[in-house]
């Protein structure tokens, strides 16, 4: 039985100055964040495969998606996923895979010496 599926998870979180929200216009409590979509066989994440990018309010906690955001919070949310990098970890399955291979190539190569 292979368990696999996908996850998301939180890449990056950065504070929107001059905004407020726009559900309890609390001032100076607006973030925006990034996730990253990923592929996980056993919950170990193999590749990553989008972001996704969400204002968020530290007060009331209403999330908003980049479609429901204001135009100029769209902007800001877009420039934001651009610099957002994707941590190493997302590509652990891969690498486990890799190395795998690489031993399993390096063992046979042995043997038949």
Known sequence: MVIFGWREAKINIQPVHNHSCSYCNTPERLFIQVNRLYAHIFWIPVFPLFKKTYSICGHC???MSKSQMPPDLQKKAKDFK???KTP???F???IIIASLMLF???SALLIHK
Request: proline share 0%; charged share 20%; aromatic share 20%.
């Open 61 to 63: 906690k209403l999330e």
């Open 82 to 84: 651009k610099t957002s």
């Open 88 to 90: 190493w970890w997302m």
């Open 92 to 94: 652990l399955g891969l």
């Open 104 to 106: 399993v190539f390096s």
